[in-house]
């Protein structure tokens, strides 16, 4: 089982849905959370934190389930620029800090 | 303010040759990773320096990589010889907080990537 899961999706929808990633992590010792969105042949860029009492940027809610181990990423009113993959991340610092990428999803969005 | 840099963009070598990507961080970020996407795979920690000292280098493949980190600033890593399975997209990335104590949150910054391919 990998550290980090995701839906590799891809997720399609139209401009102007409302869609939501979950993200799943194994290791109970985790301490932190980021959602990143990278695009094709791009570098993957902080999309934002995740913090326990949960948060919103925006048309972006992210929510952290620490009993259940996962997160998610609400996204409202998409756009077409919204079409990337979103790469959960988790740190842990259990036996030393490390850093676990989920594959990412993939979500196209149509006009 | 410039972000995370790296140098080359793209290297294409024959396996047995050498090659030395480069990356400089955001300035005053003491925290450099290097990390690496093979073809279908999920981006894979390498390694960690706080300054010039290597924090963690658990991910670091075999002793075919070498990272420094001279002075603490800009950090080279080193593929020799380079195989066929060393090709992919590494990606350099920096902070500015170590750790996770008292709440703090380790958001890294990624250069563009260096794709590499060794044929």
């Known amino acids: 089982r990998k550290e980090v899961e995701q839906d590799p999706g891809p997720f399609n929808v139209p401009e102007g849905a409302t869609v939501a990633f979950n993200c799943t992590y194994s290791n109970s010792a985790s301490q932190s959370f980021f959602w990143y969105r990278q695009d094709c042949r791009k570098e993957p860029k902080l999309l934002m934190s995740v913090y326990s009492s949960g948060n919103e940027d925006g048309r972006f809610t992210a929510q952290l389930n620490r009993a259940s181990q996962y997160i998610s990423l609400l996204i409202r009113d998409s756009k077409l620029s919204d079409s990337a993959t979103y790469l959960c991340v988790v740190n842990s610092a259990d036996g030393g800090f490390k850093t676990i990428f989920g594959a990412g999803t993939r979500l196209f969005v149509k006009a | 303010e410039a972000g995370v840099t790296q140098f080359p963009s793209h290297s294409v070598i024959e396996k047995g040759q050498t090659v030395t990507l480069r990356c400089d961080p955001i300035s005053g970020h003491d925290n450099l990773y290097w990390y690496r996407r093979v073809m279908g795979k999920e981006i894979k920690f390498l390694l960690h320096f706080v300054k010039e000292s290597k924090q963690d280098e658990s991910g670091m493949p075999n002793n075919r990589f070498l990272a420094e980190r001279t002075g603490g600033t800009y950090s080279t890593l080193k593929v020799q010889p380079a195989e066929l399975e060393d090709s992919g997209v590494y990606f350099c990335?920096?902070?500015?907080?170590?750790?996770?104590?008292?709440?703090?949150?380790?958001?890294?910054?990624f250069g563009p990537g260096t794709r590499l391919t060794v044929l």
């Open positions: 990335a920096s902070s500015q907080v170590t750790g996770l104590a008292g709440g703090q949150y380790n958001e890294q910054f």
